[in-house]
Structures are given as C-alpha cells and as structure tokens.
C-alpha cells in the first residue's frame, strides 16, 4: 500500500516538474531561491522514485537524469526558456543526492530490522 502511494506521489511530482520546467515564467511556481529549487525539486524526484521502484535503483537513476537533461533540451524549444549547462548540473546534483540518500535509508533500513 505504502510503495503504491510513493508511485503515484513520484509520478505527480514528475508532472509538476514537467510544468515548472516548460511553461512560461509567469505561470512558473517559485520561491526566488532557483538553486535551491532545482535542486530540491530532483532530489525529492529521486528519493521518491527510489521508494516506488526499490529493486531498480540502476533505472531510476538512469531515468531522473535523463529527464532533467531531456527537460532542459525541450526548454529550447519554448520561446521565453532557456536551458543551459550548469541548471542540468544542479539538477543532477539533486537527483543523485536524492536517489543516493533514499537508497542508503532502504539498505540502512533492512539491516536494521533484521
């Protein structure tokens, strides 16, 4: 019951990331601190993901990676966005603290209760 709810949480997150990232800027949601943002927002992502999918850490890395450097490709294609290089960056950051931070409480977690 549990893993199932962090799916559809993850997935939820993930669509609200999609949005953030390419609507225009006056629809965006923020809070002014845009590192902080980004990165909280992929590392959240990650650690969610992680709690959905735990036998498949290796793709869920994989894949919140590859959707913040796909997500800031499309950027290009909206004409009031742009994405560069060091927002992947921070995003990747976040992303792997994420799913590294959620991965370490799953292995801390099962020795613990055993």
Do not use: N
């Not at 959240?44 to 913040?68: I, K, N």
């Not at 909206?78 to 409480?105: N, Q, W, Y």
């Amino acid at each position: 019951m549990l893993e199932r709810f962090f799916v559809v949480v993850a997935w939820l997150v993930f669509a609200l990331i999609v949005f953030a990232t390419l609507s225009p800027l006056e629809v965006r949601p923020g809070t002014g601190h845009v590192f902080a943002e980004r990165f909280a927002a992929y590392a959240l992502l990650g650690a969610l993901f992680v709690a959905s999918y735990p036998h498949h850490f290796t793709r869920v890395m994989s894949f919140v990676l590859v959707a913040a450097l796909t997500l800031e490709i499309l950027q290009h294609l909206t004409p009031d966005r742009h994405g560069h290089l060091t927002d992947v960056m921070e995003k990747f950051a976040g992303g792997i603290a994420g799913c590294s931070c959620a991965r370490l409480m799953q292995i801390l977690g099962r020795k613990f209760w055993q």
